[in-house]
């Protein structure tokens, strides 16, 4: 597995088989799987060479386009699972890490004042469910569940559950079983 390209880690977790580099370009017919292709090759290449502005530029392009607002600074895992398309907010300076999925109307966003001013740190495989909102410099454990719509601006132990607005922590064991397939 360590001689696949993260593209191919990415895709694998939607299907998960090892796809070839055409059977990548069929699979991007989807919106999701394709924006995570673009934002992939726009963080290969250094941002001011060529490559990187031509790539940066079809992105700008498939952020509008797909409503997704993931930049390739943003420090993210292998194995990136873009659940549905559509209005996702992710700061630049955010760092999610493998194995993650992240659902649609996610906002993974900056505290400007407070104790937590900052930015989230995401651990591995964290499911995120849709329209939940993560802020602030808060650190989320490994094999976090955040339950859709919870509003999550404190740290969240690993193998817990957060769900609710102000969010809850459940602590459970496999928190994301079921949620997160195809791990690479």
Known sequence: MSGKSII????????????????????????????????RKSQ????????????????RHHQIKYGFQIYPETEIGE????GHWGHLVINPKAKIGKNCNIAQGV???????????GVPE???EVWIGP???VVGKI??????????????NFDVPGNSIAMGNPAQIIA?????????????
């Open 107 to 117: 906002t993974i966003g900056q505290a400007n004042r407070g104790k937590n001013e």
């Open 131 to 133: 329209n939940a909102v």
């Open 8 to 39: 191919q880690k990415d895709f694998f977790r939607e299907s998960g088989k090892w796809l070839s580099t055409t059977e990548i370009w069929a699979k991007c017919a989807n919106p999701n799987l394709h924006f995570t292709y673009l934002l």
């Open 139 to 152: 650190r989320i454990g490994n094999n976090v569940l955040i339950a859709p719509n919870a509003y999550v």
């Open 79 to 82: 194995g990136l699972y873009l």
């Open 122 to 124: 995401i651990g591995n």
């Open 44 to 59: 290969q290449y250094p941002r001011k060479s060529f490559k990187g502005m031509f790539w940066r530029m079809i992105l």
């Open 172 to 184: 459970k064991e496999n928190a994301t079983e079921g949620y997160i397939n195809n791990k690479v």
